[in-house]
């Protein structure tokens, strides 16, 4: 993909975030999932980590090589017309310089936008400093900025998931998170672990960036959550787990009783032969 077209892709991807019509994203962890999205009407893809994460052998949380996360990424932006935004955890990177180099190699794959988060697994806090962060961020941005892409800095915080501090802290502290973030180079704010429709409002209302918010089943639909303000709604890893569900329950009856009943009706051979082909 030239520098041209990439650029187009991450200026498209910029103009559909906005709370009218909140981005939809689907979270795919491989080119067939992606595919089918595609197919399925999505504007955009979106990886989930930890969905490329288990197809790949690996558990989630910055365990993954990160050669193997920028393999998978070029296969699924090569496999998509859309633009494609890479899930990157926390940069695969001990330092901001090495998240540098990963958002160099995170364009060379030819993905349009990245989410990077301030989880710090295994660390001493939950989270990174905020300080430590958005130097993370700024290098992000520097290396997309050096590359004459406009890559969609998706900047996530961990407050609310990781359920971090007192719970009536919680608001301050992702508010504060979000601003230092903007201005360190972040163009949108992931706040996961949200699903009440007066604190997304809150967030909505005090982050001056589009506000992407997680649901899943059970949670606010995209209408409730583009009412409440959000401009980004994903669904992360719950698809990669439902059709591991599927995979686990047909494999069950099939291993105990050695019949094959199917839990949904998948698209057949033909039309995935199709998905590659036309």
Not at 127 to 134: K, M, N
């Amino acid at each position: 993909m030239t520098t041209s077209n990439l650029r187009d892709k991450a200026q498209l991807l910029h103009s559909l975030h906005t709370a009218d019509r909140p981005l939809a994203l689907a979270n795919a962890w491989d080119v067939a999932s992606a595919r089918i999205i595609e197919e399925a009407g999505a504007a955009a893809v979106a990886t989930t980590s930890c969905g490329v994460a288990w197809s790949l052998g690996y558990a989630d949380g910055d365990r993954l090589p990160r050669e193997l996360a920028l393999a998978l990424i070029g296969r699924v932006a090569a496999g998509v017309g859309v633009p494609v935004s890479a899930d990157i955890e926390s940069g695969f990177a001990d330092d901001a310089a090495g998240v540098a180099e990963t958002v160099r190699g995170v364009l060379a794959a030819g993905a349009a936008g990245i989410n990077i988060e301030d989880a710090l697994v295994n660390g001493p806090e939950p989270l990174r400093t905020l300080a430590e962060q958005v130097e993370r961020i700024a290098a992000a941005r520097k290396a997309a900025d050096e590359a004459g892409v406009p890559l969609f800095i998706n900047a996530r915080t961990d407050v609310y998931l990781g359920a971090v501090g007192a719970p009536e802290s919680r608001l301050g502290v992702a508010l504060d998170r979000a601003a230092a973030f903007i201005e360190a180079g972040a163009d949108g704010i992931f706040v996961p672990g949200v699903t009440d429709l007066a604190v997304v409002a809150e967030l909505a209302k005090g982050i001056a960036a589009p506000l992407n918010i997680l649901t899943g089943p059970g949670g606010p639909s995209v209408a409730e959550l583009g009412g409440a303000g959000a401009a980004r709604v994903s669904i992360g890893g719950r698809m990669a787990e439902a059709a591991y569900g599927v995979v686990r329950q047909e494999a069950r009856e099939f291993l105990t009783d050695g019949t094959c009943t199917p839990v949904v009706e998948g698209p057949g051979y033909g039309e995935m032969q199709a998905l590659f082909t036309s």
